[in-house]
């Protein structure tokens, strides 16, 4: 069973950093590729970044392309999401899945851009 842990959100001030990280288990995480996606307050689901199996392909949407840093550790199980110059429209509900549709997606981590 796919299980994946979001965490690292939290309030920042406009033009500030945080890092996410999604801890993963239940399957063979060296495997697969992976997605963060997010969802703003009365939104849907919009894809944030992509990075293949063996994290040397990355892709980004336009809105975070240049600011987001993908990024997985298979060693440690890990996938992390680097994000500076936040905005508020970053402002969102973060979560780490198994595609860019948001399949077997965790509990999600709130970021809050604001000052």
């Known amino acids: 069973e796919v299980q994946l842990v979001e965490s690292g959100g939290g309030l920042v001030q406009p033009g500030g950093s945080l890092r996410l990280s999604c801890a993963a288990s239940?399957?063979?995480?060296?495997?697969?590729?992976m997605s963060w996606v997010r969802q703003a307050p009365g939104k849907g689901l919009e894809w944030v970044s992509a990075?293949?199996?063996?994290?040397?392909?990355?892709s980004y949407a336009d809105s975070v392309k240049g600011r987001f840093t993908i990024s997985r550790d298979n060693a440690k199980n890990t996938l992390y999401l680097q994000m500076n110059s936040l905005k508020a429209e970053d402002t969102a509900l973060y979560y780490c899945?198994?595609?860019?549709w948001g399949s077997g997606r965790g509990q999600g981590t709130q970021v809050t851009v604001s000052s």
């Open positions: 239940g399957f063979t995480f060296s495997s697969y590729a």
């Open positions: 899945a198994t595609d860019r």
């Open positions: 990075i293949n199996s063996g994290g040397g392909s990355t």
